[in-house]
């Protein structure tokens, strides 16, 4: 299991006092200098940044993600390498490898498991593969990329789980399954896009309200005319500066 810290009698899975940042993935540093030169800014209330190199850690170490990755690590940032499990599809075996390469070629702090299944069914699995992983990067932090609420057991797997990914159409009238008032928000993490500049401050309130501790919020859609991103997380919400100053001022993980 993954290991989380308590913190003045409650748990902390970030080591963070407030609402902060998850960076769910850039696009690669060469097409996205100013994004991955951003997280290393003094004071952003950052608790995790993901790397993914080529869909995972790629064949071979990359030169412009290492360097990525070694100046966030010199800024204190958390870094995550990104695996993706599926939805349960994808062999243990190639989950582990892949971990493997990010953790001796980009030193990762732990690992991002996006399209990770919700079901019951699939809580053996993803339990060992979270066990495995906790030794393969030495106790790193692991987030659980659900998206949406899963089964409450995957608490006990590992130090987030993502509750939501998706649109602001869906968000502003999502609701929090009852069984996570039982966890703190550091336990939680949301990732909204298409949230305009007008609607920022009716998302905090959803996050807050929902007990969401890590956000990502940004204004980009599923295709992007302006970056010709298909994921609208690869580049930065055209209100960055905006809602850095509205969450307020924080210390890098």
Do not use: K
């Not at 010199?74 to 075996?93: C, I």
């Amino acid at each position: 299991m993954s290991h989380v810290t308590t913190v003045g009698g409650s748990l902390s899975a970030t080591g963070a006092a407030g609402l902060g940042f998850g960076i769910p993935g850039y696009a690669h540093p060469l097409l996205a200098p100013v994004e991955w030169a951003e997280l290393t800014r003094p004071g952003t209330p950052l608790h995790w940044a993901v790397l993914n190199v080529a869909d995972g850690p790629g064949t071979m170490p990359d030169p412009h993600c290492l360097e990525a990755a070694g100046r966030l690590r010199n800024a204190g940032v958390r870094v995550l390498g990104h695996l993706d499990l599926a939805y349960g599809a994808r062999s243990f075996g190639e989950i582990v490898s892949d971990a493997h390469d990010f953790h001796d070629w980009y030193r990762v702090d732990g690992f991002y498991l996006d399209r990770c299944p919700a079901e019951a069914s699939y809580l053996p699995d993803v339990r060992l593969t979270a066990a495995t992983l906790d030794t393969v990067a030495h106790r790193g932090h692991l987030v659980l990329g659900h998206g949406t609420h899963p089964h409450p057991g995957y608490a006990e797997i590992a130090d987030q789980l993502v509750t939501f990914r998706g649109p602001w159409t869906d968000y502003r009238w999502s609701q929090a399954a009852e069984w996570t008032a039982d966890h703190p928000p550091e336990r939680f993490a949301h990732l909204v896009h298409g949230v305009p500049r007008s609607h920022l401050d009716e998302a905090m309130r959803i996050a807050r309200w929902q007990g969401a501790g890590t956000i990502f919020f940004t204004d980009r859609s599923d295709h992007d005319d302006r970056t010709g991103q298909n994921s609208p997380f690869a580049a930065l919400p055209g209100y960055w500066d905006e809602i850095v100053s509205q969450i307020g001022p924080g210390v890098s993980e």
